[in-house]
């Protein structure tokens, strides 16, 4: 995707405010915007959520189908995150097969609701080595202000955290809901400066050199992480991103909770 | 419009399995600026579809190659998203959303003053978050309230509905169960300030009489979904914005 | 004729909207179809002498010679510089536009790339191809404050009767702001100012519809800058 051209004025006035640690919508370096979330917005899915963060806004829906367990896990379930950055959600955005973007946000979604072991792919198990139910997690981004990361993790966690598994529309058995263990919340941040910023807007995105994301676990694991972005964090940097990730995961937790 | 079913699609009272009589529409909820970024949008529901529409431009045209250098071209994409049916749907465009995309920029196309912006693109994003059959209706419904609420000159807004035939009987607007069980499935769009039609596709069966009667109720109908978009696009600035503050 | 008298609120109507049907002629964003007189945008309806029409609540922003514009340079040529100004297009500014005698191939060295400038439209030919120039009074490049962009069809609102608003807002912020027909508005002065300025400004977008504007807009900025030496509004 080609970037838009930011103006000069813009970009001096947001490094300017961060120098007195504050931002244009006067957040403080450490606090999210506004998180808003509906649960089981979408009734042909067997889980969603749609989730404003600030004025970014993303669509999660889960899909739970019987199938085929790959030959080296039979027992388990099948777990698969997909995400799309569909052009209505921003007018750099374009439509076709899912680019770099889009791929590496569904993989770091993926990575965190998978290795935080949110969901107990082991009671997923319909016939050993026959069938399983495969869980398909479908992200979108509707409309885009910065962060989808996390954003696209919230939705996915929240539609994962409502989903039923749908026995009955497949007669194997009762509906139930997904086993879930625990939540992973993400906290991402962005290194404009020297300065370091949690839940990017937009134009703080654009003239961020680096991105990370850190995902944890309920009891402040570490179970997931992805730098993106040219520049470089250091290693203070890196230290006080994982102490906020902990602490703002926890107060995202409460939220959704 | 293959399948078969036990089921009584209408009763002996002509009564439907949602409760409808034969010529009433689902109920239909339109809302328009429902998005930030994008330049107009709406957000639709008829019956359990679940349509956003948004429309970005008129702005430079890409690929260059598809500019035409007297007037605007109208490209429209509809998409399912992988969670709106009941089996999932393998994310990304096929030949009938392709197909569907084509006939909703074409009906758009009739409506928009597009000789005001040569060389520019006017761009549709048509997503159905819930489909319950008429999403192509839905979703063109959708698109015109987009493009009025994005500004763009137009001679009318377009309304669409599908008629169609189950058990026998012509019906307005099928549900899922009708459209799948059913004998015939005709969606249409007019421009109401002349009643030309717009968009038409017609598959199954029926005999000129139906079709005629099925025509009947759809325009008809399509005066109705009209009235709604006018609410839809004239609400949105009669309701005084409530919200007060700085933040946010 | 007595219901167009009687008729003093602000009638919003949409595409295909009838204007009239007792013989007025188009105005703006209306046309003619079997006599009667309907809307091809949605907007205001508009009555002018013989005339209905439409004022446009939306729309992209298309240039008219004259206008003054401000821009941000997306692009540089070697003879030219691309300027985005929110219309369809972008709009080229050639070397010979500028107050600078510029070689070929030296654009870069007086305007870059996010460089924000004000420009006047000298023309628009029929195919919208835009020409734009910076050698006039006031036309230059600008560096600080702030550039809020709102919509351009809510331009007139922030400028007000005959300059109403706009002065209003200059005297009570004490900051300098220059409008751009296509709707990008530059603040500059004191930080906290220039922030209630920008915000004022973003409320007039928003509430452009509300009656009693320019006393709501006082009283926001009265709350946020305390006004020492009494302001002497203009009108009403």
């Not at chain 1, 931002?23 to 509906?38: G, H, L, Y």
């Not at chain 1, 979408?42 to 600030?54: C, F, N, P, T, Y």
């Not at chain 2, 005709?186 to 199954?204: F, K, R, Y």
Request: proline share 5%.
């Amino acid at each position: 995707m080609s970037n838009p051209i930011m103006s000069e004025i813009k970009r001096d006035h947001i490094m300017n405010l961060l120098a007195e640690g504050t931002r244009v919508d006067k957040r403080s370096p450490t606090d999210f915007r506004k998180i808003s979330v509906e649960t089981n917005c979408i009734e042909s899915a067997d889980g969603s959520a749609r989730v404003k963060l600030g004025k970014t806004e993303v669509i999660a829906g889960v899909k739970i189908i019987p199938g085929t367990p790959f030959g080296d896990t039979p027992t388990s379930g099948v777990l698969t995150t997909g995400a799309e950055l569909i052009p209505m959600a921003h007018p750099t955005f374009e439509s076709g097969p899912p680019g770099e973007d889009a791929i590496e946000l569904a993989r770091v979604v993926d990575r965190g609701i998978r290795e935080s072991g949110m969901v107990d792919v082991e009671q997923l198990c319909i016939v050993p080595g026959e069938e399983v139910w495969m869980c398909f997690v479908d992200i979108y981004a509707l409309d885009y202000d910065g962060n989808l990361f996390d954003a696209a993790n919230l939705a996915a966690v929240c539609a994962l955290k409502t989903a039923i598994i749908p026995g009955e529309q497949y007669g194997k058995g009762e509906n139930k809901p997904l086993p879930v263990t625990c939540l992973p919340i993400s906290v991402t941040e962005v290194k404009i400066g020297n300065d370091l910023i949690v839940d990017p807007n937009f134009d703080e995105e654009q003239i961020s050199s680096a991105r990370l994301t850190v995902t944890t676990d309920d009891n402040g694991n570490f179970r997931a992480m992805q730098k993106g972005g040219c520049g470089s964090i250091t290693l203070d940097d890196l230290s006080l991103c994982l102490d906020r990730a902990v602490e703002k995961g926890a107060e995202i937790r409460k939220i959704i909770g | 419009m293959s399948g078969h079913t036990d089921m009584v699609l209408v009763d002996e009272n002509g009564m439907r399995i949602d409760g409808r009589t034969a010529e009433e529409h689902r109920p239909i909820k339109i809302e328009a600026g429902v998005l930030n970024n994008a330049d107009g949008s709406a957000y639709v529901e008829i019956g359990k579809n679940k349509v956003l529409a948004a429309v970005y431009g008129p702005r430079e045209c890409h690929p260059r190659h598809l500019q035409n250098p007297t007037k605007a071209i109208i490209q429209c994409k509809y998409n399912m998203q992988a969670f709106s049916v009941s089996d999932r749907k393998r994310p990304g465009p096929d030949r009938r959303s392709i197909e569907i995309s084509k006939i909703i920029s074409e009906a758009l196309e009739k409506v928009v003053l597009t000789e005001l912006y040569p060389r520019a693109s006017i761009d549709v994003y048509i997503e159905i978050l819930q489909a319950n059959a008429g999403t192509r209706c839905a979703g063109l419904t959708a698109a015109s309230v987009a493009l009025a609420d994005a500004g763009i000159p137009m001679r009318d807004i377009v309304p669409a509905i599908a008629a169609g035939k189950a058990d026998g009987h012509v019906l307005l607007d099928l549900n899922k169960e009708e459209d799948n069980y059913g004998q015939a499935d005709v969606p249409i769009a007019i421009v109401p300030s002349t009643d030309e039609i717009v968009l038409l596709q017609m598959d199954g069966n029926m005999t000129r009489e139906e079709f005629d009667h099925a025509i009947e109720l759809a325009v008809d109908a399509c005066h109705q979904v009209y009235d709604i978009q006018k609410d839809a696009l004239k609400k949105r600035y009669s309701a005084k914005p409530a919200k007060e503050g700085a933040d946010e | 004729m007595e219901k167009r008298n009687a008729r003093q609120t602000r009638e919003i109507v949409v595409p295909g909207d009838i204007l009239d049907a007792s013989g007025m002629k188009p105005g703006e964003n209306a046309y003619v179809l079997d006599g009667k007189v309907r809307a091809s945008a949605m907007g205001v309806r508009n009555v002018f002498q013989n005339t209905v029409g439409v004022i446009p609540l939306r729309g992209c922003y298309m240039p008219s010679s004259g206008d003054t514009v401000i821009g941000v340079i997306e692009d540089i040529g070697p003879s030219n510089w691309l300027v985005n100004i929110n219309a369809p297009y972008p709009a080229p500014l050639h070397v010979n536009e500028v107050p600078w005698k510029v070689e070929f191939g030296d654009t870069s060295r007086y305007l870059s790339i996010g460089h924000v400038v004000i420009l006047k439209v000298l023309s628009v030919d029929e195919s919208r191809k835009i020409s734009v120039t910076m050698k006039d009074s006031g036309l230059r490049r600008i560096e600080g404050g702030r550039l809020v962009k709102i919509s351009h069809s809510k331009v007139s609102r922030v400028i007000g009767k005959s300059g109403s608003m706009i002065s209003m807002l200059k005297n009570m912020t004490d900051c300098r702001i220059t409008v751009g027909q296509n709707g990008m508005i530059w603040v500059d002065g004191d930080d906290e100012n220039a922030d209630v300025a920008a915000q004022a400004i973003m409320m007039i977008e928003e509430k452009a519809q509300s009656g009693n504007l320019t006393d709501k807009i006082k009283e926001f900025i009265e709350k946020r800058i305390p006004q020492d030496d009494d302001y002497d509004e203009g009108d009403e």
